[in-house]
């Protein structure tokens, strides 16, 4: 009975929890990619890749169900959907990295991603420690202080992107190298930038409640 009146009056947690594994197979996806960069001689697969970024998208399709069924929600409607949408394009931002990483080879042997990449598993963290403050709800300072950290992080991988290029462009590398590291270079920076949109939509979300 209890359990029913609470679901009525929104305090189901379901929404938390989807969210949640969201966050969760976000910090996956990255994983995979830092294990790729890391450990050469062990990569994922592709289709490790493309199993994280279903699954994620099960997830959101999931919190779409479960916002159509459910009359009262803890938080408001288009919140928990912006932010389903938002973790989403990190595994699928990942994946198209890895796509193209695996289809370069030996073209980007002994390559140097490890600051990029260490940029993007600490904002994936952050993301993943913001949606659980969201059940907790945790004070606006807080969260705040998270997204100030995810914005700062994507401010320094913007200068790591920018000190990356001009070394592309010292004439170097011959034409197809810099082509493919740009492109590598722009999804991993993109990587970070969909954890900062994460970020932005949590905080909005806190700013609210507050």
Do not use: W
Request: aromatic share 6%; glycine share 4%.
């Amino acid at each position: 009975m209890m359990k029913a009146l609470r679901r009525l009056f929104g305090y189901d947690d379901k929404f938390f929890d989807l969210l949640e594994a969201s966050a969760v197979e976000a910090q996956n996806s990255v994983q995979l990619l830092v294990q790729m960069i890391s450990q050469p001689a062990g990569l994922p697969t592709l289709d490790e890749f493309i199993l994280s970024r279903r699954k994620d998208k099960r997830i959101t399709e999931n919190i779409t169900e479960e916002l159509c069924r459910t009359f009262v929600t803890p938080l408001e409607r288009e919140d928990i959907e912006a932010l389903s949408i938002a973790l989403y394009k990190i595994p699928k931002t990942c994946e198209k990295f890895g796509e193209k990483y695996l289809l370069c080879g030996s073209q980007i042997h002994g390559v140097n991603f490890s600051e990029q990449v260490r940029l993007l598993g600490e904002a994936v963290k952050t993301v993943l420690q913001m949606v659980k403050r969201l059940r907790t709800k945790s004070n606006l300072e807080t969260v705040k202080e998270d997204n100030a950290r995810l914005h700062h992080l994507e401010g320094q991988a913007d200068k790591v992107m920018l000190a990356l290029i001009q070394e592309l462009y010292s004439g170097k590398h011959d034409a197809l190298k810099v082509i493919i590291l740009l492109d590598l270079y722009e999804l991993l920076e993109r990587c970070v930038d969909r954890c900062r949109d994460a970020g932005n939509v949590v905080f909005q979300i806190v700013l609210k409640h507050s």
